[in-house]
């Protein structure tokens, strides 16, 4: 399934939307050239075409997304024509009119404009609050944790940028903060990786900086990786950030952290949640912390009364988030959910993979306000920083 929706499902679309952009382009090359031979048309729709589709040939630049954007217009003001077509009374058009719908360059801005709206969007980082009632002995005043993953560093941020994200987490005043994992990845260089945990290293908590792997910080995509394992590991180290990789952590004599190894990498020997907890102190808070959103069951049968993930990117691209949720790819996509003893957080990410750009939901650092039920008070909100 998940081969399907990730590599034969947008080798499909691909492939249909570029026999739909060839039509387009052949009824373009028609209409503004009548006088031109059946021939020279089908030659030139051939190069307009070859040359739209080579250049987007990297799935991973940014022609792309604009690319597939454009499709979606065109099929939507194809869609309105018919409907237009069909309700008017006159069927006559203006010859602008028909000039400005065979031209598409309706759709080539409007995709430009969504683009642009989703670069502006990735790179202002919005604060998400959620907060957590806890029925375990914790202390009087509670504790804030900054939660926070998928940094994909180098795809949207320089160092500048990221000191201000990290600036703007540290006025928090946070007692802890949880990198997610997917922090860097395979297109991260060896200096943009060090140069990521030691800012991230300077934050000041009073309880500490904890880290557990995503699926691409180790790089393990790339065929000549710009850092090893052990480069990664002694980057974070030297930062002074703790890593939980199926590992349990008490703070405070009050929380446990529980840090899973990620289940993409590895997963013959990542521990289950049960292997973790035993003979864990069920006195404290369990705080499980797994760069993917699964296993929830296990999780709530576990005895853990708060899980924190990210990967998802909440779609980041739409209409991925939208397919995530029909294929059902991962048990939460996005937010904030409670089932049963279980409070699940999965977060959009500070930054995006691949991509300088988000057309679904917002980049995010999560602060969460883990409190006893007499002292809630305020409910989830919203606030933002320039990245």
């Given at each position: 399934?998940?081969?399907?929706?990730?590599?034969?499902?947008?080798?499909?679309?691909?492939?249909?939307?570029?026999?739909?952009?060839?039509?387009?382009?052949?009824?373009?090359?028609?209409?503004?050239?009548?006088?031109?031979?059946?021939?020279?048309?089908?030659?030139?729709?051939?190069?307009?075409?070859?040359?739209?589709?080579?250049?987007?040939?990297?799935?991973?630049?940014?022609?792309?997304?604009?690319?597939?954007?454009?499709?979606?217009?065109?099929?939507?003001?194809?869609?309105?024509?018919?409907?237009?077509?069909?309700?008017?009374?006159?069927?006559?058009?203006?010859?602008?009119?028909?000039?400005?719908?065979?031209?598409?360059?309706?759709?080539?801005?409007?995709?430009?404009?969504?683009?642009?709206?989703?670069?502006?969007?990735?790179?202002?980082?919005?604060?998400?609050?959620?907060?957590?009632?806890?029925?375990?002995?914790?202390?009087?005043?509670?504790?804030?944790?900054?939660?926070?993953?998928?940094?994909?560093?180098?795809?949207?941020?320089?160092?500048?940028?990221?000191?201000?994200?990290?600036?703007?987490?540290?006025?928090?005043?946070?007692?802890?903060?949880?990198?997610?994992?997917?922090?860097?990845?395979?297109?991260?260089?060896?200096?943009?990786?060090?140069?990521?945990?030691?800012?991230?290293?300077?934050?000041?908590?009073?309880?500490?900086?904890?880290?557990?792997?995503?699926?691409?910080?180790?790089?393990?995509?790339?065929?000549?990786?710009?850092?090893?394992?052990?480069?990664?590991?002694?980057?974070?180290?030297?930062?002074?950030?703790?890593?939980?990789?199926?590992?349990?952590?008490?703070?405070?004599?009050?929380?446990?952290?529980?840090?899973?190894?990620?289940?993409?990498?590895?997963?013959?020997?990542?521990?289950?949640?049960?292997?973790?907890?035993e003979g864990a102190d069920a006195a404290k808070e369990w705080i499980l912390i797994d760069h993917q959103p699964v296993e929830y069951a296990d999780v709530m049968e576990s005895g853990c009364g708060l899980m924190l993930?990210?990967?998802?990117?909440?779609?980041?691209?739409?209409?991925?988030?939208?397919?995530?949720?029909?294929?059902?790819?991962?048990?939460?996509?996005?937010?904030?959910?409670?089932?049963?003893?279980?409070?699940?957080?999965?977060?959009?990410?500070?930054?995006?993979?691949?991509?300088?750009?988000?057309?679904?939901?917002?980049?995010?650092?999560?602060?969460?306000?883990?409190?006893?039920?007499?002292?809630?008070?305020?409910?989830?909100?919203?606030?933002?920083?320039?990245?």
């Amino acid at each position: 399934m998940m081969f399907f929706i990730w590599m034969l499902l947008p080798l499909v679309i691909i492939l249909l939307a570029g026999i739909y952009l060839c039509r387009k382009v052949y009824m373009a090359v028609c209409f503004f050239g009548k006088k031109l031979t059946k021939r020279m048309r089908i030659m030139i729709t051939a190069g307009v075409t070859g040359i739209l589709i080579l250049s987007v040939g990297y799935i991973n630049g940014l022609w792309f997304v604009i690319f597939m954007y454009m499709v979606v217009f065109l099929l939507m003001f194809d869609f309105f024509a018919l409907i237009v077509k069909k309700f008017r009374k006159n069927k006559t058009f203006p010859y602008w009119g028909k000039a400005v719908y065979r031209s598409g360059i309706l759709a080539l801005l409007a995709a430009v404009l969504l683009v642009g709206y989703g670069y502006y969007n990735m790179h202002h980082i919005v604060k998400t609050e959620y907060t957590v009632l806890t029925d375990k002995e914790i202390r009087e005043e509670g504790y804030t944790i900054v939660f926070f993953s998928d940094l994909h560093y180098g795809t949207t941020m320089d160092g500048e940028q990221l000191k201000r994200a990290a600036d703007a987490i540290e006025s928090e005043n946070p007692d802890m903060v949880i990198l997610g994992g997917d922090i860097v990845d395979e297109r991260t260089s060896l200096a943009q990786m060090q140069e990521a945990f030691e800012i991230m290293g300077n934050i000041r908590t009073e309880y500490g900086i904890y880290y557990v792997y995503g699926n691409h910080d180790r790089s393990e995509y790339a065929e000549r990786p710009n850092y090893t394992a052990a480069q990664l590991e002694d980057a974070i180290e030297r930062a002074g950030i703790h890593i939980l990789e199926d590992e349990a952590y008490a703070v405070n004599s009050e929380i446990l952290l529980i840090g899973r190894a990620d289940r993409g990498h590895g997963s013959d020997t990542r521990k289950s949640i049960f292997q973790l907890v035993e003979g864990a102190d069920a006195a404290k808070e369990w705080i499980l912390i797994d760069h993917q959103p699964v296993e929830y069951a296990d999780v709530m049968e576990s005895g853990c009364g708060l899980m924190l993930s990210g990967h998802t990117h909440a779609g980041q691209v739409w209409p991925l988030g939208f397919l995530a949720e029909v294929f059902h790819t991962n048990e939460l996509t996005y937010g904030y959910r409670e089932e049963g003893n279980l409070t699940e957080v999965v977060s959009s990410g500070i930054a995006g993979w691949g991509y300088p750009v988000r057309t679904q939901k917002h980049s995010e650092y999560v602060v969460i306000h883990l409190i006893k039920p007499l002292r809630a008070a305020s409910s989830n909100s919203f606030g933002w920083i320039s990245g």
